[in-house]
């Protein structure tokens, strides 16, 4: 029978800013992260604070393998400069900072979950949605979760990638993308990234 790897899924959110004094946005984040761990699925984050840790909680509390892509080059950076968790069954120490961390985070997963989120979450969003990874969007949880269609339709003028999926309940966010996962296998070279066909990627 031959090996098969389990789902790894990336949470993404607001590390900081008014999403993690929602008590509903954070409620949602630790009921994704006990979903994944209810499923058997490996939980990845940015090693963060926030609605992340929240969601590493919840996947904690239910069994998940757990997974930090740290921006810090060490644990003492990583406590002691970006303020961040150390509490993951496993933290990587990138020592990328930020931007080439939120790159190693995606590439590292089957597909991505935003709750809320802000600057930086957006720029996860689009390195996911360039590379064509599936994403799932918790919405009614405040920040750029309840914008997405908005960014791509309305202002980036491009159509909604059929790989990514939207629920405000968790367990059914993940059912869709669980389909979206199966439906839409990852690029195998960077250079086979998402297009679209009439525009290119401008």
Do not use: W
């Not at 990845?44 to 997974?67: H, M, R, S, V």
């Not at 059912?175 to 296998?185: G, N, Q």
């Amino acid at each position: 029978m031959p090996f098969q790897q389990k789902i790894k899924i990336g949470v993404m959110g607001s590390a900081s800013g008014p999403q993690i004094d929602d008590p509903v946005a954070r409620e949602k984040a630790r009921s994704l992260g006990c979903e994944i761990g209810k499923r058997g699925y490996v939980f990845i984050n940015g090693a963060c604070p926030g609605l992340p840790n929240d969601a590493l909680e919840g996947a904690q509390e239910t069994g998940a393998l757990t997974i930090g892509i740290s921006p810090a080059f060490s644990e003492y950076q990583h406590v002691n400069e970006y303020g961040s968790p150390r509490t993951h069954d496993l933290l990587i120490y990138t020592g990328m900072g930020f931007m080439e961390r939120d790159v190693i985070n995606i590439r590292s997963v089957d597909a991505i979950i935003i709750v809320g989120g802000g600057i930086g979450t957006l720029n996860e969003f689009t390195i996911a949605y360039d590379e064509g990874r599936p994403i799932g969007i918790l919405t009614n949880s405040g920040g750029i979760s309840d914008s997405i269609e908005h960014i791509v339709v309305e202002l980036c003028k491009r159509e909604m990638p059929e790989n990514i999926v939207m629920d405000d309940d968790p367990a059914r966010l993940l059912d869709k993308l669980e389909v979206a996962i199966k439906a839409f296998p990852l690029p195998i070279q960077e250079d086979h990234r998402v297009r679209s066909l009439k525009q290119g990627r401008g």
